[in-house]
């Protein structure tokens, strides 16, 4: 059973698009997180929820909007795609926000392409 | 505010050779200390951590990584590594109140045979 799971796996489209990403933990866990990785392997964090609670939010594009149902799920929605935001995103989860302190659990990476 | 520092960006090593990947923080409070393992085309996987206690933390697939208060350091380190080790090595801080993890920039440590 995979823990954290992210579809798609692989996503190419075209600037000026709206994609979004999926992530689910079956893990229990009370907070998730979105991560970005770039070209040069940078991880950086983007969007985190505790139990459906915007916790952080970093200096992110408004196109950028994350949902969350539910604290099993986290999506990642992106308006107006621009090259830029060509990447990895990783989701990943962690028991509790205090607890991204003692263990995060990622999922495979989502690599989106803008062409 | 914390940050992290991965001194080399790469690092190429001899299989069954030791390999030291360097990491660097700081921090004006405590901290907990991370190295993650990202294989190709794979998600970050914890190697170790440093929460409190022993500063010689010992991880998985035989790494291990010394918490150096004084020297700000919490190098990785494997006596004798496998091919399969190859991999982007993360170096991560978190502070002791929680909320978020930052990562270092990664090394990538290649194996040769």
């Known amino acids: 059973d995979t823990a954290v799971s992210q579809t798609p796996k692989y996503l190419v489209t075209q600037m000026g698009n709206d994609k979004s990403i999926k992530c689910e933990q079956n893990l229990g866990h009370d907070t998730m997180y979105w991560y970005k990785q770039d070209s040069k392997k940078f991880l950086k964090i983007m969007f985190s929820?505790?139990?459906?609670?915007?916790?952080i939010n970093e200096t992110v594009p408004n196109r950028f909007s994350p949902k969350s149902p539910d604290k099993a799920h986290l999506n990642l929605h992106i308006n107006s795609l621009e090259l830029g935001d060509s990447a990895v995103y990783f989701c990943?989860?962690?028991?509790?926000?205090?607890?991204?302190?003692?263990?995060?659990?990622f999922g495979q990476g989502t690599r989106l392409t803008v062409v | 505010a914390q940050s992290v520092t991965q001194l080399d960006s790469q690092v190429p090593v001899f299989e069954e050779a030791p390999v030291e990947l360097r990491c660097n923080y700081s921090?004006?409070?405590?901290?907990?200390l991370f190295w993650y393992v990202q294989y190709p085309n794979q998600g970050l996987q914890l190697l170790l951590k440093y929460l409190s206690g022993s500063t010689l933390v010992k991880g998985i697939n035989g790494f291990e990584a010394e918490f150096n208060k004084s020297q700000t350091s919490f190098h990785l380190r494997k006596p004798s590594v496998h091919i399969s080790d190859t991999a982007e090595y993360f170096c991560?801080?978190?502070?002791?109140?929680?909320?978020?993890?930052?990562f270092g920039a990664g090394t990538r440590l290649f194996v040769k045979a």
């Open positions: 929820y505790n139990n459906k609670e915007l916790i």
């Open positions: 921090s004006s409070v405590s901290v907990y």
């Open positions: 990943a989860s962690s028991q509790d926000w205090a607890s991204m302190a003692t263990e995060a659990f």
């Open positions: 991560a801080v978190a502070n002791t109140g929680g909320f978020k993890t930052i």
